[in-house]
């Protein structure tokens, strides 16, 4: 991994030399505007539409809109006389309970590795922070801009999370057609809560993929090899309207899925054992065959 920042942890008077590594990565698939005539990428250029010229970075400045078409223009010496004191530390104020801090506070994740002389206090804290429960709300500064953070042991790693200010969190109140006394018919909520309940598993993250950049890139893997993509029938719609009924029907749904992977569990075959040459028992011996000829294939 790249590191993206080195710096120290200030605990107390303690300070832990620590390397900083992005935790997360945008999966997502992008795509670039290009002429439809000769597929050659789109040019992007600054204009002026006022003076009808493009302009160049030395004639670009910073300007607040502070009134619908005015502008305060700030000068490099302006933030100069009021920037932070540029430090690579992270300050911690605070020890917390996680869950006292709400996932909408969560911004972006980063690991925490600690740098060679810092190995001992590193894993000192890491223990401290999993022996108390608690977690650390630190100050630091990124790319000259200010953050609050929160560091928190995962698994065996100390991680950085970037958080919100208050003020960044939108107050619920400016959510429209929210009520917040809501009169529920006593039936409903209680089959809602039964569906809930058949729904509760332990979160397991392995098991939940990106189904629709997985076809994406389906769809862009045949178009480069100049296949046919064929159009996706469409998914018939229920008559389900009632609100009870769309539940009850839910649930059935569940519990029959539910029973159904159950009992395709227990009538899996055992698996089977080498013979006593050591040699693949014949499924196995078949689907090696099947990869030597994709191989095969692939090499033509």
Same mark, same amino acid.
């Given at each position: 991994m790249h590191t993206m920042w080195?710096?120290?942890?200030?605990? =107390?008077? !303690?300070?832990? *030399? !620590?390397?900083?590594?992005a /935790?997360?990565? +945008? @999966? +997502?698939?992008?795509f670039r505007n290009i002429h439809k005539e000769c597929h050659t990428p789109i040019k992007y250029e600054q204009v002026c539409p006022h003076c009808n010229k493009k302009v160049g970075p030395d004639e670009? !400045?910073?300007? %607040?809109? %502070?009134?619908p078409g005015k502008f305060v223009i700030i000068e490099d010496s302006d933030l100069d006389a009021i920037r932070t004191d540029i430090t690579k530390s992270v300050e911690i104020i605070d020890f917390v309970l996680l869950k006292d801090i709400d996932p909408i506070y969560f911004a972006k994740s980063y690991y925490l590795s600690p740098q060679d002389t810092g190995s001992k206090a590193y894993n000192l804290l890491r223990e401290a922070m999993n022996k108390t429960g608690r977690i650390a709300v630190a100050r630091m500064v990124i790319r000259d801009k200010e953050s609050l953070a929160v560091v928190?042991? %995962?698994? #065996?790693?100390? $991680?950085?999370e970037t958080i919100y200010y208050p003020?960044?969190?939108?107050? $619920? #109140?400016q959510v429209p057609g929210v009520a917040e006394n809501a009169k529920l018919v006593e039936s409903e909520? #209680? !089959?809602?809560?039964?569906?809930?309940?058949?729904?509760?598993? =332990?979160?397991?993250?392995? @098991?939940y993929r990106n189904d629709y950049r997985e076809k994406l890139m389906e769809v862009i893997r045949k178009k480069a090899e100049g296949d046919e993509i064929v159009t996706r029938p469409e998914v018939q719609k229920t008559n389900v309207i009632d609100l009870m009924q769309a539940l009850q029907a839910s649930l059935q749904q569940t519990q029959t899925k539910y029973a159904q992977g159950k009992k395709d569990k227990e009538d899996l075959p055992a698996p089977k054992k080498m013979d006593n040459e050591n040699? *693949?028992?014949? @499924?196995?011996? /078949? @689907?090696?065959?099947?990869?030597?000829?994709?191989?095969?294939?692939?090499?033509?």
């Open positions: 080195k710096g120290s942890i200030s605990f =107390g008077l !303690v300070n832990i *030399p !620590v390397k900083m590594f /935790a997360t990565e +945008d @999966k +997502d698939i992008r670009i !400045v910073r300007g %607040y809109e %502070y009134e928190r042991v %995962y698994r #065996n790693v100390l $991680v950085l003020d960044e969190v939108r107050d $619920v #109140n909520l #209680n !089959v809602a809560t039964q569906l809930i309940d058949a729904l509760t598993h =332990g979160f397991e993250p392995e @098991k040699k *693949p028992a014949p @499924k196995r011996k /078949a @689907k090696e065959k099947a990869k030597e000829k994709v191989k095969e294939k692939a090499t033509v």
